[in-house]
């Protein structure tokens, strides 16, 4: 038997020669795949290989850095792509005082970026961590933990800025304040008309101005002015809000001589760099819609609540709250009453709205057998999921303020008048896990009215500072949240004789003090700041002197961002004169100004 002998020839398919068994074509197609791979690795070096070691290449802000913006977002860059999975156990950004910071990350290849919910302090050193937790998408992870530290800017003193003029009629001029994400500080004020039949004068409120901060902290423009020709009785601004995206949101109340009064919105367009037209939010023509306050969420909307006042029968009196969807632009349902006057207690008045913890929380005043109460409410949507009495109050009290910061700590101060002294109380919460204290006493004063405009502030750490003004100038206390007390009142050093105040906290709790001093023949306003709780206040760094016009605060004139920029407005009221028929009369007008430390 004779075997046929053929030379070897290709398989067609594969290369392979005929004839081949199958183990052994089975290894030469896996070292041909793998001579491909690597080819393909050595001409396109981008591809990641999946190294075992993770590596930071590059931060910022850098390390140790001292001029750190506090709105620009942190960078890191790593030898390969991070798994996002990762990030929230891998990543920490804390300030001084442990608090960890809240923020979103996005991912652009090789590099992290992290942006802060909230713009960071000004003057406030932070650290990073990034921990073994992180990995890469390929499962490397870091040798060691990776710490490094940088320190925001400083705030730098602006220059003082006239916004405009009102006619004004005394103690009837409003305006609310606001600072927005973007670094920009805004007012809304009063404008009205003045006439004359005869020689009586006649102020009729005719619009709202809107007033913006330029982006180099320097000068100021008009956006909006919101006429009300039909107004007959009075207009009253009680919101200027804004969200991290830019919208800003004003709410005011117009009233006519029937009693008709209305609750009205207007919303500012961040994209188009424009204020759209009013919107109804509330109306009555039985109740008086008064005491607005909102409050912001970027989930969940902008709260506001206000109290529908019947001046006929106090019981009725109710606090209505109604939700604006910030993404769809409107409002979601006609308002809910959402706490109630009774025979038993009244609803006085909505002390303030504010957001803590994902909740929104009322906190109000009420009656009940000639006693004052302080209470908040937590609201779950329309409904009211609890209400608790914070603390018991005397009916002479006066001038209740609240202070709040986005950390949890919350303060309260008011002045209650006797028939013989006058004293200053201060109720406490220094953190979102501890409960209120009872009312501390922080100075009592002999006579009634002794003390008067005191202000209250309060820093991520807990502490608070207190300034208030009496006979012979002005005194300030501050708060140590380590201890729970109150210090003893200092009176703060000032020149010439105190006229007027106001105060704030920035970063790390130090505490910040514009007054108008009268020097001689003119007003000057001035800034003060305490570096460190127990450093002395420096020199005053004059911010505007005025020659002509007496300088007054009115009583929201100073505004805290997040970050720690301050912005201040005061009055400057200007002695006018007119011939009316021959007879000369005299007036006032009142110029706004304005300067910022950011």
Not at 70 to 93: C, D, Q, V, W
Not at 102 to 117: C, K, L, N, Q, S
Not at 418 to 427: D, F, N, V, Y
Request: charge should be negative; glycine fraction near 8%.
């Amino acid at each position: 038997m004779g075997y046929s002998l053929r030379p070897e020839v290709a398989d067609t398919d594969t290369g392979a020669p005929v004839g081949e068994n199958r183990a052994a074509r089975f290894f030469r197609r896996a070292a041909a795949l793998l001579l491909v791979v690597a080819l393909s690795a050595c001409n396109n070096p981008g591809i990641d290989e999946g190294t075992a070691t993770l590596e930071l290449l590059e931060a910022r802000p850098a390390r140790d850095s001292d001029k750190a913006s506090p709105t620009a977002p942190l960078s890191m860059t790593f030898n390969e792509a991070i798994a996002r999975a990762s990030l929230g156990l891998g990543f920490a950004l804390r300030d001084t005082a442990g608090h960890d910071v809240a923020g979103t990350f996005t991912i652009d290849g090789r590099t992290v970026h992290f942006e802060p919910e909230l713009p960071l302090r000004l003057d406030q050193r932070y650290e990073v961590t990034i921990s073994e937790a992180i990995r890469g998408v390929n499962g490397a992870t870091l040798e060691a933990a990776v710490v490094w530290s940088f320190s925001t800017a400083s705030a730098t003193l602006g220059v003082a800025q006239k916004l405009g003029r009102i006619e004004s009629h005394a103690d009837g001029f409003q305006m609310q304040v606001a600072a927005d994400y973007q670094g920009r500080s805004w007012t809304a004020w009063l404008e009205d008309t003045q006439t004359f039949s005869g020689q009586v004068k006649t102020l009729q409120p005719q619009a709202i101005v809107v007033a913006v901060q330029g982006d180099d902290g320097k000068t100021w423009k008009r956006s909006h002015r919101v006429a009300a020709p039909k107004v007959e009785h009075g207009l009253a601004i009680w919101c200027l809000a804004f969200e991290r995206g830019g919208d800003g949101y004003l709410v005011w109340q117009q009233r006519d001589l029937g009693g008709d009064d209305q609750l009205l919105l207007a919303r500012f367009d961040a994209k188009a760099q424009a204020w759209g037209e009013a919107e109804a939010l509330a109306h009555s023509t039985t109740r008086e819609l008064s005491q607005a306050r909102c409050a912001i969420d970027p989930a969940q909307g902008l709260d506001v609540t206000w109290l529908e006042r019947d001046v006929q029968t106090p019981s009725n009196n109710v606090v209505t709250h109604r939700r604006y969807d910030l993404r769809a632009h409107r409002f979601s349902g006609d308002g809910a009453a959402v706490l109630r006057s009774d025979d038993k207690r009244t609803v006085l008045a909505v002390v303030a709205l504010a957001r803590a913890s994902g909740e929104t929380r009322v906190y109000y005043a009420t009656s009940m057998l000639s006693t004052v109460f302080l209470r908040v409410a937590i609201l779950d949507g329309d409904a009211v999921r609890d209400d608790t009495a914070v603390s018991e109050l005397s009916p002479s009290v006066e001038a209740l303020q609240l202070a709040t910061d986005h950390s949890g700590a919350t303060f309260f101060v008011w002045i209650e008048s006797g028939s013989r002294e006058t004293t200053l109380w201060a109720l406490a919460r220094s953190s979102e896990k501890e409960g209120w204290s009872s009312p501390q006493q922080i100075v009592q004063r002999a006579g009634t009215a002794a003390l008067d405009r005191a202000h209250i502030a309060v820093a991520s750490s807990g502490d608070a500072f207190a300034s208030w003004h009496e006979q012979g100038g002005v005194f300030a206390a501050s708060y140590r949240a380590e201890t729970k007390q109150w210090q003893a009142p200092e009176q703060l050093p000032l020149i010439g004789t105190g006229a007027a105040h106001a105060s704030a906290v920035r970063p790390a709790g130090a505490p910040l003090l514009a007054s108008v001093e009268a020097r001689g023949s003119e007003d000057v306003v001035s800034l003060r700041e305490r570096p460190d709780g127990s450093a002395s206040w420096s020199n005053p760094r004059d911010v505007s002197r005025h020659p002509v016009g007496t300088v007054s605060f009115p009583a929201s004139n100073i505004a805290t961002q997040p970050s720690g920029e301050v912005m201040l407005w005061w009055t400057e009221r200007v002695r006018r004169t007119i011939d009316v028929g021959g007879v000369t009369l005299q007036y006032f007008d009142l110029d706004l100004w304005s300067v910022s430390y950011r």
